[in-house]
């Protein structure tokens, strides 16, 4: 059964850095893609950053040259360096496997999700 457990989220002032990590067990992960995404409050849930098998990196445009996502794949681990944060990155965070499996079609996993809120 795959686990994703997040840990990193916290309280930090704007402008400051936080560093998330995911990491994955139960599986086979070095041939799906990695990700984070985040619920705003009372917003529905939106991409942050996608990392390939193949290190393909995909980035929200609000977060470009803020975040920066990384995958560890001898530790099943991905990692997302939160630089420079605002108030309006204030959300829960989750990780997320996605691969697709010609039997059972596109297969997504999610993390628990981990606060992070920034102050003003």
């Known amino acids: 059964q795959v686990q994703l457990v997040e840990t990193g989220g916290g309280l930090v002032q704007a402008g400051g850095s936080l560093r998330l990590s995911c990491a994955a067990s139960?599986?086979?992960?070095?041939?799906?893609?990695m990700g984070w995404y985040r619920q705003p409050p009372g917003k529905q849930r939106e991409l942050v950053a996608t990392?390939?098998?193949?290190?393909?990196?995909n980035y929200a445009d609000s977060v470009k040259g803020r975040f920066t996502i990384s995958r560890d794949n001898a530790k099943n681990t991905v990692y997302l360096q939160m630089n420079s944060l605002t108030p309006e990155d204030t959300a829960v965070y989750y990780c997320?496997?996605?691969?697709?499996?010609?039997?059972?079609?596109?297969?997504?996993?999610w993390g628990q999700g981990t606060q992070v809120t920034v102050s003003s």
């Open positions: 990392v390939t098998s193949s290190g393909n990196l």
């Open positions: 139960g599986s086979s992960f070095d041939n799906k893609r």
């Open positions: 997320n496997v996605w691969y697709y499996s010609n039997l059972r079609g596109a297969v997504d996993y």
